[in-house]
């Protein structure tokens, strides 16, 4: 099979691919509209006057002294689009999107008593808190007493350089009675449209999974669509170690509670537009004028790999790399790895192509080696089709023969693109889901790596490159129709390709470029072996 052909095969295949995908998320973002847009939504308002804001060297957050919750945090090292100057605002409590953390202790048989549900009004030492430039953590303690005289400190740990936020408990209990309680931890958020924190986002071809995420003692990684939170389909499993998050492209909220205890994960829907993910530990009894200790983190901020996996077991696995995970990853640490050498994503991804096609050139020697020797009985396999015009089964025997006989292969030619399609699918997901790439410059017009082309060139040089591969590439196709199909080919990828990150377009510009550079090599060194003469 020619070059031209594994092209178009490898294109449709890719395409039917990616149709799938966008057609997936179209229909969900569909039944989110359609069940929830006629509901109006009463949402708590932001009350500054009980809050107390935190800021360190990555976060500003402010905590809502009405439950001593974490209601907005800003991501100081990431701006909230290309070329702005405001940071991005992950969490947030608006009138019309909530996205915020809830934490604290429930009383047994909380979910009858409604008293026991009324948030505790936290006092703190002061209003604003911030971190020295050579203080390692800051520590925010709030207390509440309550009527019975039972006192929570629940603290707050920020740590210099660190998303992941220690949230310990301590409870004293200085009643004559047995105190039995539970901690608990959620996320709630909106599910309607992300507030345009990331307009990129719009652009089909660089959507990524927005929803909820777990991990539990059997269950490394699982994500859970919003959808099926509303359509009641609520999670509800049993577990010490593990995780509950939110995920959005890039960024991550995430609870992971102390694994002292037994938990259990569930999910709600709290209101028409408002669903939550959460914990709540196995009960525990405080014996009268005792008291006990409990911790639980907090990750707020970019899907960083190896802090994730630092912070908890699993959580890295939150960056979604899709069905090829297991080929993006290794992908992304070659690539990180290029990048601490050279200091330019672009370049890294160049690199990393030169790489994988040296790797490949094996199965490229073979492929072109294959099509020569088609070409080379071409006019053998043109006379038994003359032959047999007329018996299309003895004619696919006798060109099988020929084959078995001239020991060809005519599958070997597709074969080195088959392997590249799950690669560069790969390359794709690392592309749009890895948060170092974000807003990532190449050179000149190339600010951001995982966005498109702003002036299309790159697509149209890709498109250039595909179309030259065709001409220098010899073939076998004698009907003149087909010629033409495989001449609108590059046509096709050049305008699919407007719309994709702009480190996949160089990557596969680069690839063509070797493509021809090794295609010219293997052919002059075939036509200097007797064999093909």
Request: hydrophobic share 40%; net charge positive; charged share 20%.
């Amino acid at each position: 099979m020619d070059l031209q052909r594994s092209f178009f095969i490898f294109g449709f295949f890719f395409i039917l691919f990616l149709v799938l995908e966008i057609w997936n998320f179209n229909t969900n973002a569909h039944i989110h509209v359609s069940l929830y847009q006629n509901h109006n939504v009463n949402l708590v308002k932001n009350d500054d006057v009980n809050s107390i804001s935190v800021t360190t060297n990555v976060l500003h957050v402010k905590i809502n002294l009405e439950g001593g919750d974490i209601e907005q945090a800003q991501l100081l090292h990431f701006k909230d689009k290309l070329n702005s100057s405001k940071p991005l605002i992950l969490l947030d409590n608006k009138k019309n999107f909530i996205y915020k953390t809830k934490s604290g202790v429930i009383r047994k048989n909380f979910l009858d008593d409604e008293n026991a549900k009324k948030k505790p009004i936290y006092i703190a030492s002061k209003k604003h808190f911030k971190l020295k430039k050579n203080q390692k953590e800051i520590h925010i303690p709030l207390l509440w007493t309550s009527r019975e005289g039972i006192t929570y400190i629940k603290t707050f740990i920020f740590k210099s350089n660190s998303y992941d936020i220690d949230v310990k408990y301590k409870i004293y209990n200085k009643t004559n009675k047995n105190l039995e309680i539970s901690f608990f931890g959620g996320l709630q958020q909106s599910i309607g449209i992300l507030d345009k924190k990331d307009a990129s986002n719009s652009n089909f071809s660089l959507q990524t999974f927005r929803g909820a995420a777990y991990s539990t003692d059997s269950v490394k990684y699982e994500k859970y669509h919003f959808d099926s939170i509303f359509k009641q389909n609520n999670l509800n499993v049993v577990t010490y170690n593990g995780w509950i998050a939110m995920l959005q492209q890039y960024f991550v909220t995430a609870w992971i509670p102390d694994n002292i205890l037994l938990n259990t994960f569930y999910t709600a829907k709290v209101s028409s537009d408002v669903i939550e993910i959460g914990f709540y530990s196995h009960t525990i009894n405080i014996k009268p004028h005792h008291q006990i200790a409990y911790s639980s983190k907090l990750w707020i901020g970019p899907e960083i790999q190896n802090e994730m996996a630092q912070s908890a077991p699993n959580l890295d696995l939150t960056v979604d790399y899709g069905y090829l995970w297991f080929l993006s990853q290794p992908l992304f640490k070659l690539l990180k790895f290029l990048y601490n050498i050279v200091g330019n994503w672009g370049v890294s991804i160049i690199l990393i192509t030169f790489i994988i096609r040296g790797i490949m050139y094996p199965l490229t020697k073979s492929q072109y080696t294959t099509m020569t020797k088609i070409k080379k009985i071409q006019p053998k396999i043109d006379q038994i089709k003359q032959n047999y015009e007329n018996n299309k089964q003895k004619m696919s025997e006798k060109i099988l023969e020929l084959y078995k006989f001239e020991k060809v292969n005519p599958l070997g030619g597709c074969f080195p693109l088959l392997i590249q399609m799950p690669i560069f699918l790969a390359l794709y997901y690392m592309l749009i889901s890895s948060v170092e790439l974000r807003h990532a410059p190449f050179v000149f017009w190339i600010k951001d790596l995982s966005d498109q082309d702003p002036y299309y060139v790159l697509p149209v040089l890709m498109g250039l490159t595909m179309f030259l591969i065709q001409i220098i590439t010899p073939n076998n196709i004698s009907d003149p129709v087909q010629r033409k199909v495989m001449h609108v080919v590059p046509m096709i990828f050049t305008v699919f390709f407007l719309w994709f990150p702009s480190g996949l377009v160089i990557y596969y510009i680069t690839s063509n470029l070797v493509t021809i550079i090794q295609q010219k090599y293997i052919l002059n060194h075939l036509k200097d072996t007797s064999e093909f003469t």
